[in-house]
């Protein structure tokens, strides 16, 4: 990460006016809106942090850097909008060299309620990239060569990404055409199922359809990574066998550790991991629990990366810590049927329900605490490199053209 940040002062949609152009609301602070919290460390610690931090590329494989209203009573107007807000000052302040920005994914309801519409997805991508495109501190990342130059420069390459694929229907082309807006990486379902396949959210898993492996072969020979995150164990199975490529999943946890169904089982990890692939370990309130720390924070999503490094190693580890600026407790309870919450907690034990992930409240404190409790934790350099980033640029080189 370059510890020279070189952002000028741009806000987001400066070019038109808001509130005439289009609606103003009122967003928390970028970071600040509760009590931040950092890993504390010795004197010794922190210059040990800035060192392998300057020569380490640090990478969110999937979060979502954008405001959400300070008064979530008024997200659904706020999507409606269909003009997230991305949060360009508080980002300059983490240590971040790349974002996977999945956009709107399963809050995408500017037309329909239920959300994942062609059109809209579109009309998601298209604005934010508008945006992205007046200002020089973001840049739109394509390549691997896109990661080393936002490093060398003190910026921060986005990678434009789809949670799910239902919009694509039974369009196999779709695939290229979002590839050609810039998508670089894409969930092949969203909790639900579509027409590729099971969601995580469904108990009956039937696997990869015919689409869906026309799908994975389509993703493969364009170059998009695939990503099975939210996608069922015997789907995400078959996902892995069909691809040429490694593939990712990440946002998840060790459902060894948590059992839900927002989590992996171990034979899957593996599975990822055996085929190269890597898994992003997850921090969005109420995912990564443990049965040790019932209260989530950035001790029991540690736990989870542990975990997950131990099973598979510690070459197919990495951080997806689904993090926002806003007040994401309050998110997930406004959509709660659309990101398939409830369900996917069936079966777990009783939990105290949090009003933030402590130490991971947003993206710019998460890529800093991840960093610090590595160093607390007294990882190597290598294997510190190898998280934050290392093992993600390995399976881009291999997937992306």
């Not at 946890?253 to 899957?268: F, H, I």
């Not at 404190?365 to 960093?371: H, L, P």
Request: glycine residues 8%; negative net charge; proline residues 3%.
């Amino acid at each position: 990460m370059s510890l020279q940040k070189h952002y000028k002062g741009y806000r987001a949609y400066q070019y038109i006016e808001n509130d005439v152009d289009y609606r103003d609301f009122k967003f928390p602070n970028g970071v600040g809106r509760v009590e931040e919290y950092y890993v504390p460390l010795t004197p010794e610690q922190e210059k040990r942090l800035i060192e392998v931090v300057d020569k380490s590329i640090v990478i969110s494989l999937h979060d979502h850097p954008v405001f959400f209203p300070e008064d979530m009573r008024l997200v659904f107007e706020y999507n409606r909008e269909g003009r997230q807000v991305a949060a360009y000052e508080a980002l300059s302040k983490s240590y971040l060299d790349v974002v996977f920005d999945n956009l709107m994914d399963g809050t995408c309801t500017i037309g329909s309620k239920n959300g994942w519409k062609w059109n809209d997805v579109l009309h998601d991508l298209g604005i934010r990239l508008c945006d992205l495109a007046h200002q020089d501190f973001i840049i739109r990342c394509e390549k691997v060569d896109d990661i080393f130059r936002a490093h060398r420069d003190g910026k921060i390459a986005l990678v434009p990404t789809i949670e799910g694929a239902a919009m694509l229907e039974n369009e196999v082309d779709r695939v290229e055409i979002l590839y050609g807006f810039g998508v670089r990486l894409m969930g092949i379902t969203y909790s639900e199922a579509n027409s590729l396949g099971a969601g995580l959210k469904e108990k009956n898993d039937g696997g990869l359809t015919a689409l869906g492996y026309k799908v994975v072969e389509r993703m493969d020979q364009v170059g998009m990574a695939i990503d099975c995150a939210h996608v069922g164990d015997q789907t995400t199975l078959d996902v892995i066998n069909a691809s040429k490529n490694p593939i990712f999943m990440s946002h998840c946890g060790s459902r060894a550790l948590w059992n839900s169904r927002r989590l992996k089982p171990d034979n899957v990890l593996k599975a990822c991991a055996d085929k190269g692939g890597v898994i992003g370990i997850e921090a969005a309130p109420h995912t990564t629990l443990t049965v040790n720390n019932l209260s989530h924070s950035i001790e029991s999503f540690m736990e989870h990366f542990e975990y997950v490094k131990d099973l598979i190693g510690i070459d197919h580890v990495a951080f997806g810590p689904d993090t926002l600026y806003g007040d994401h407790v309050a998110l997930h309870h406004a959509f709660a049927a659309n990101l398939s919450i409830k369900s996917t907690h069936e079966g777990t034990p009783e939990f105290q329900e949090v009003e933030y992930v402590k130490g991971l409240e947003n993206p710019t404190e998460a890529s800093i605490n991840i960093a610090r409790w590595l160093v607390k934790h007294n990882y190597s350099d290598q294997d510190i490199a190898k998280v934050l980033g290392g093992n993600i640029i390995r399976v881009l080189k291999e997937v992306w053209v």
